[in-house]
């Protein structure tokens, strides 16, 4: 039976399962990005982008179009709606788990009303509208903390005066967020355009509405936010400016109270709209409104937000602590660095990383989880053959497969002629062999092409997929895993279809069907399949 998971992130159809670290990858559709922007700033670059993360191995891909690097440009919905809606449906149709990085909530409806899985807010569902989407849709959502921007809005207030001044008063634009400090009275960046907007639409025959009005106070905050991080302030930091320290570190206390209170009131505020609780996940918005200090407080405390009992993700890429950690001072030069802090992050329990270098962070991940993390699970691969002694080159199959690190065949099915599938011009014997194996999905993957390499499997280009083959080994099903990309797609997307597969599995397990059908997958009737079974041609021996 398929495995009992200790923590499942549902986000729309799909249910991650977090028995092992997920990788999100991080897609961002800007011209400005404080460390890749303009790099993926057409569609084309940015879909390509996308798939190339998901064969490095990225579970989720998340899309953003809007910077929010210290002193960025407030992009519009519309303006943002344009980069990222075309990667989004391609990526979706590719196969994909996308997330929606937005506080725009047009912009998140839409993104999810086109398949979209997960809603990632770097405002923290403070405003309505956005946990309106949330609630309205089957979607992820992770709850950020940010600074002052992710403060809880003060209680509406009524006002009598009808001046343009008293309605900006009331709107909020010229006060704070609770607990916050007060804003510098000459704005620059996205602050000064938000103002400047404010002033025109103030004067204007048509007013603002109060959509437009909080996505401009929004953005105002948020900018001061990153603003006061990389000038070294922050509202939990302005004591520690001055004065001799005695410590290293600021007192842990006070900085986990505001960001888990935060955070764990966040939470409550989408459950009580009725968005379930394995939809959520938490992230502590590291180098948003914090000193490098307090970040490394927070990373520290990280086995604290994981017992809050949410999918903690660590979003510590190439940011501003990492550099003062490491000495790196450029942000695209910290990949291994972000590695080591996403390592001692998985340690501590966080099971989401959202990382800009796939491939680095991928390999340190699947080799600190295989020494660090005993973690068998059960899988199938298919085997086939149509050239020269068939049943032997199977049994080959089986024995190297055997030996690949950290994996076992603990059964092989008997070898059986299929009618030729697919273009395929000569009869083929095929087997499944079920195996155990520690090795993430992309990596076994990696070492079945290395059976096929050493039993001198060819690929011709034009007939890799109907060609002669001394031997062919496809990954169909793994335990707990799903994935999407040109490389891998799991569960196999053919297998419901396959009768070559299907009637081997059967002498591994009682019903192959309904446990695979349990597992999601559709299976077809015997006579709508491909390949059909015409003889038994015996058991495999290969131990």
Not at 6 to 21: D, F, N
Not at 58 to 74: L, M, Q
Not at 122 to 147: K, L, W, Y
Request: charged fraction near 25%.
């Amino acid at each position: 039976m398929l495995r009992e998971d200790q923590m499942t992130w549902r986000c729309g159809k799909h249910e991650i399962s977090l028995a092992r670290p997920r990788i999100m990858g991080v897609l961002n559709v800007t011209p400005d990005s404080f460390s890749d922007g303009g790099t993926h700033a057409t569609t084309a670059s940015a879909i390509e982008w996308g798939l190339r993360m998901l064969d490095e191995g990225a579970d989720i891909i998340d899309v953003g179009g809007e910077s929010t690097r210290p002193g960025f440009t407030a992009v519009s919905p519309d303006e943002e709606g344009k980069r990222v809606i075309p990667v989004i449906r391609a990526l979706v149709d590719a196969g994909a788990i996308v997330s929606i990085d937005t506080r725009h909530p047009e912009v998140a409806r839409l993104a999810v009303k086109l398949g979209a899985s997960i809603i990632n807010d770097v405002t923290g569902f403070t405003n309505p509208e956005m946990v309106r989407v949330a609630q309205e849709s089957d979607c992820g959502c992770i709850v950020m903390h940010a600074g002052e921007v992710s403060e809880r809005a003060p209680r509406q207030t009524v006002t009598l005066d009808s001046t343009a001044a008293a309605r900006a008063a009331a709107a909020g634009l010229t006060g704070t967020a609770s607990g916050a400090s007060a804003l510098p009275s000459a704005p620059t960046g996205a602050a000064a355009n938000a103002k400047a907007a404010d002033i025109a639409a103030a004067s204007a025959p048509d007013e603002p509405t109060a959509a437009e009005r909080a996505d401009a106070v929004a953005a105002e905050r948020l900018d001061e936010v990153m603003r006061r991080s990389a000038r070294g302030v922050t509202s939990t930091s302005v004591a520690l400016a001055g004065g001799n320290r005695r410590f290293t570190l600021p007192e842990e206390a006070p900085i986990m109270r505001r960001v888990m209170g935060f955070l764990g009131d966040q939470a409550r505020e989408l459950m009580r709209a009725g968005v379930a609780r394995d939809r959520i996940c938490i992230d502590p918005g590291p180098g948003f409104g914090k000193l490098a200090d307090e970040d490394v407080v927070i990373q520290r405390a990280c086995a604290k937000m994981v017992s809050m009992g949410y999918p903690v993700l660590c979003a510590v890429s190439r940011k501003r602590f990492v550099g003062a950690v490491s000495g790196v001072t450029a942000a695209p030069a910290r990949d291994a660095a972000t590695a080591g802090v996403c390592i001692a992050a998985v340690a501590a329990g966080a099971r989401v990383l959202r990382v800009h270098d796939v491939a680095g962070v991928s390999q340190a991940l699947d080799s600190y989880w295989s020494i660090a993390h005993p973690d068998p699970r059960r899988a199938f691969v298919a085997l086939g053959s149509n050239v020269g002694d068939r049943v032997e080159y199977l049994a080959r199959a089986c024995e190297l497969i055997n030996a690949i690190p950290l994996t076992c065949v603990t059964g092989v099915s008997h070898a059986y002629e299929t009618d030729p599938a697919y273009g395929i011009a000569l009869p083929v014997a095929n087997a499944v062999a079920e195996i155990k194996t520690e090795l993430a999905p992309l990596v076994l993957l990696d070492a079945l092409m290395g059976v096929e390499k050493q039993l001198g499997r060819k690929r011709v280009p034009g007939q890799e997929g109907h060609g002669p083959r001394t031997i062919d080994c496809d990954l169909l099903w793994m335990e707990g895993e799903t994935h999407a990309g040109r490389k891998l797609t799991l569960p196999h997307p053919l297998l419901g279809e396959r009768d070559f597969v299907l009637v081997p599995m059967e002498d591994l397990m009682h019903d192959p069907a309904r446990f695979l059908t349990h597992a999601g997958i559709s299976i077809k009737p015997r006579e709508e399949r491909v390949g059909l079974v015409r003889a038994d041609l015996g058991e495999i021996s290969w131990e």
